[in-house]
């Protein structure tokens, strides 16, 4: 079945405590990319890759990094969490920037 | 201002109503245009991709203005698993790669 898979869906943690997100695809997509959701705010884009080792920032950066060491797997790396990183993260993977398939979201919560 | 605006609403409607769905945007070079929707916390799913000609699928309906920066979605019929956040998406920069999302628009389709 094609999809986009995350783990964990659901994590509480503290502040400072570094955390990783993962993401795989499985259908060979090159386009992945990361959102978080806050209420009133909607999505807002972290970081995107276009293929292996080449990914820029989206409008929300600061506090994360991403790597892209192969195609399918796209991890989102918390290095010093803070509160107001609590939110709903979706990952997304696409053939193009065009349509994209999304994870089912992980829900951080920082303390 | 938002890069992406949209009527938060809610909107309440009747099953069989019509409804629309505004948008606008300010980035001139925005390259494409989506109509996503999005159930209850879950993730988006794209609904319909948005071209200057118009496009229809079944009961929805697309509509791009580049002149105004206006995107539209006309639902006909309404059921009540229509349901929904709905979001509007623009894509913009080098490739069109950077995708900024409107803070969408939630339906209630009411029996």
């Known amino acids: 079945e094609a999809q986009v898979t995350q783990n964990p869906r659901y994590l509480i943690t503290v502040t400072g405590k570094k955390l990783t997100v993962t993401c795989s695809q499985n259908?060979?997509?090159?386009?992945m990319s990361w959102y978080r959701q806050d209420p009133g705010l909607g999505l807002r884009q972290i970081y995107y890759?276009?293929?292996?080792?080449?990914?820029d920032k989206g409008d929300v950066p600061e506090g994360y990094k991403v790597s892209r060491k192969e195609k399918r797997n796209f991890p989102l790396i918390l290095e010093s969490p803070s509160p107001n990183q609590t939110s709903l993260y979706f990952c997304?993977?696409?053939?193009?920037?065009?349509?994209?398939?999304f994870g089912p979201g992980t829900r951080l919560t920082v303390t | 201002r938002k890069e992406v605006e949209q009527d938060p609403g809610p909107f309440n409607v009747p099953e069989g109503a019509t409804v629309a769905f505004n948008c606008t945007y300010s980035?001139?070079?925005?390259?494409?245009f989506f109509w996503y929707r999005q159930d209850c916390r879950k993730e988006p799913k794209l609904l319909m991709s948005?071209?200057?000609s118009g496009n229809e699928d079944g009961r929805f309906t697309a509509q791009l203005n580049r002149a105004s920066q206006y995107i539209s979605l006309l639902i006909r019929d309404s059921k009540l698993s229509d349901s929904a956040t709905y979001l509007c998406?623009?894509?913009?920069?080098?490739?069109?790669?950077?995708?900024?999302f409107g803070a969408g628009t939630r339906l209630f389709v009411k029996a």
């Open positions: 997304a993977s696409s053939p193009t920037p065009y349509e994209q398939y």
């Open positions: 259908m060979n997509h090159e386009y």
């Open positions: 890759s276009m293929n292996v080792e080449v990914t």
């Open positions: 980035n001139s070079a925005s390259q494409s």
């Open positions: 948005v071209y200057s």
């Open positions: 998406v623009v894509n913009v920069g080098t490739g069109g790669f950077k995708t900024i």
